[in-house]
């Protein structure tokens, strides 16, 4: 099958919670997080967003046509998108006004650092590429989450930022995760658990592996290393790896390294700079596995749109 994709030209470079805010008319609350009503502040323009933040998008009815990272997402009625650091999602402002219902909760890493919120985000993992579907919430869980994050408003209007303030902040957000990641379990077919765990650590494997840099040193990623830090044999790991996805576990490294590069090269980076950085020795071996996957070459990615396979 062939999905036409256009390119995306205009993205706002959201590096702060309060970037995202004044480009809806919000005010800025606090330096470190930001709560948006939709029902106050619309009607707003749609953007294609490069995040810096993580973030909780809660919408009666979401926008058609939004895209997480290189894939369209499919986004249910009464529900929630989330976003994190280092994400591009949203989409292109067409120039048509948006009335959306809602809330946006952003925040910045900075305010859960050396906090035992830090560590738990690796455990949400609803904020991966990797869930392609929106969280669906039930009526209760819509007034409930509604009323925790205006809760959480209230705490940041009438209060001054300070050590004790913060450690309510990160009492209200712990609490919105652990109704977000429930909701996640929830959707998640009891027989496909075992099978998503994999595929799960897989992907938080190439995750840290990139995010530690070690492409810059090691290269990239094998599948007899990801099968070992796994606790796997190779072949066991690719027979559960081609039953999952119908692909091989190669196949697999290559996609997320695919999907790394789109976001590189949407973002300014030329060819040999994304090569680099993504652990390739020489761009033309880049260019080349780049052309296999996408179908046209880098160059052409950036420059004309592409088209997908």
Known sequence: ????????????????????????????????????????????????????????????????NLSYGTRPLQVSDASIVAVAPGQLGGGEDDGQPLMLSGWAVLWSPELMHNTDLEPLMQQYHFFSYFATESLRMLPAEWQTISLLISQLRHELQANNDSPALRRVLLAYLRLILEYCNRIYLRQLPDEDKDTADVLKQFHALLDQYFREGRQLHEGLPTVAFCASELAYSPHYFGDLVRKATGSTAINHIHSYVINQAKNLLMNGHNISETARQLGFDYPHHFTRLFKNYVGITPSEYRGNGFRAK
Not at 25 to 37: D, E, K, N
């Open 1 to 64: 099958m062939v999905i036409f994709v256009a390119m995306m030209k205009k993205i706002l470079k959201v590096d702060h919670p309060n970037v995202y805010a004044e480009h809806v008319g919000a005010p800025a609350l606090h330096p470190l997080l930001s709560v948006i009503s939709f029902d106050e502040v619309s009607p707003v323009r749609n953007s294609l967003n490069n995040y810096g933040v993580y973030g909780l998008f809660i919408q009666r009815e979401f926008p058609k």
